[in-house]
Nanobody, 113 residues
Framework: QVQLVESGGGLVQPGGSLKLSCAASGIVFSIYTMSWYRQAPGNQRELVATISTDEDSVKGRFTISRDNARNTINLEMNSLKPEDTAVYYC????????????WGQGTQVTVSS
């Protein structure tokens, strides 16, 4: 059974930082492209960051990283803005002759003073 479990969401003030984590089980983690998506009320789900199988981290205002030994990915979010408020979802994706695409349950991030 595949599970993606997000953690680390919460309430943070504008300009603050937050770190999300996603723990995966039931998949061969190292072969999956991992991503974070988010969805705000009334909006479509959008891609936040993606990390491929051969990367350790991808840096930006939001930095995504992966630890293949621990089957986890992280999202370090800095300089947060109210418009970053959303439910953040972990995604695992692998394609050979079929597409394997899995989602976590989501974690709420609220940026507000």
């Amino acid at each position: 059974q595949v599970q993606l479990v997000e953690s680390g969401g919460g309430l943070v003030q504008p300009g603050g930082s937050l770190k999300l984590s996603c723990a995966a089980s039931g998949i061969v983690f190292s072969i999956y492209t991992m991503s974070w998506y988010r969805q705000a009320p009334g909006n479509q789900r959008e891609l936040v960051a993606t990390i491929s199988t051969d990367e350790d981290s991808v840096k930006g205002r939001f930095t995504i990283s992966r630890d293949n030994a621990r089957n986890t990915i992280n999202l370090e979010m800095n300089s947060l803005k109210p418009e970053d408020t959303a439910v953040y979802y972990c995604n695992a994706r692998y394609r050979n002759s079929e597409l394997y695409n899995y989602w976590g349950q989501g974690t709420q991030v609220t940026v507000s003073s």
